[in-house]
């Protein structure tokens, strides 16, 4: 008893946006062992980086998955020390242990499909779930993320370019030692994991962002300002070829009023340019608050 009032007493004392950020990796990190247990393992399906090394090495040695994971972190833990930042390592430390135990644990759950590209694309979607939980959370699952930080400082490559070429390597030995198809549902699997990790990031309200060039910016403003109640705001602009000097209008409106915005600036000035942007995450006035992820 002594022990848990203990316990719970420590547990108090953490900050609670700790606690929940560390809850939400422990949570992505049993979605994604999931996904690589009843999907991945189950139809020898390849993936990138540390964790597809690992999964390479089950296939060929039937080594523990979640064992080598943790194992193969353990000198890029080292080596990122000073690089990656206290709260980024130790979050990563917490993803990386989460997700061996969970690979562990969750072992014995039936396969839910041998159909090889039926488990590639959801194995996608729920990996890029639980993926996406542990980056909103600050989190990561180590990994060769952390090579490519460290190598991106000394070579003029940048992370995402050395993460492709460590994948492209793993997707080719994949190839090799088992099929050509391995690597392509491999590809297939990673591409929709990483759609579905954005997703989760930036949340499903997506906007749109609106510049206008027009000769009716003040009355296109003011319609939106009223209408729509939404912010506008302008920018000093000058043509290139005519040198004419114009209003440039910014405007973000969500998917539901963008028709509308587009009847307001048709209706004062027919011939206005319009450029449309999707944007996918605005926090501000108007829209979502600040959540703290």
């Not at 994949?174 to 699997?189: C, R, V």
């Not at 506008?232 to 209003?247: H, I, L, P, Q, R």
């Amino acid at each position: 008893m002594r022990l848990k009032r203990i316990l719970v007493k420590g547990i108090k004392k953490i900050p609670w946006n700790i606690l929940r950020q560390s809850l939400g990796i422990i949570i992505g990190a049993l979605i994604v062992a999931v996904s690589l247990n009843t999907f991945i393992l189950a139809n020898r399906i390849a993936d990138g980086g540390v964790t597809g090394i690992a999964i390479i090495l089950h296939y060929i040695f039937n080594w523990e998955t979640g064992l080598v994971v943790f194992i193969l972190n353990i000198p890029l833990f080292i080596l990122g020390y000073k690089t990656l930042g206290k709260r980024l390592l130790l979050y990563s430390i917490l993803g990386v242990a989460a997700l061996s135990v969970a690979l562990k644990f969750t072992a014995e759950i039936p396969v839910i499909t041998r159909d090889t590209f039926l488990a590639a694309v959801f194995g996608g979607l729920v990996t890029g779930i639980g993926m996406g939980i542990i980056f909103r959370c600050y989190g990561s699952l180590g990994g060769t993320d952390i090579l490519a930080i460290l190598l991106n400082r000394k070579t003029f490559w940048s992370v995402g370019q050395i993460i492709l070429a460590f994948d492209t390597i793993i997707f080719i030995v994949a190839a090799i030692l088992f099929s050509p198809e391995t690597a392509m549902y491999a590809m297939i699997y990673m591409f929709i994991a990483t759609k579905v990790i954005d997703l989760v990031q930036g949340g499903l309200d997506y906007s749109k962002s609106l510049i206008v060039v027009t000769d009716k910016p003040y009355e296109i403003a003011s319609d939106i300002i009223k209408k729509l109640e939404r912010g506008v705001t302008f920018f000093d602009a000058e043509g290139a070829y005519s040198g004419t000097k114009k209003k440039v209008i910014y405007c973000i409106v969500n998917r539901a009023q963008l028709t509308s915005a587009k009847e307001i600036i048709h209706g004062h000035d027919p011939q206005a340019f319009l450029a449309i942007g999707e944007v996918t995450e605005v926090l501000g006035e108007g829209f979502s608050k600040w959540k703290g992820h």
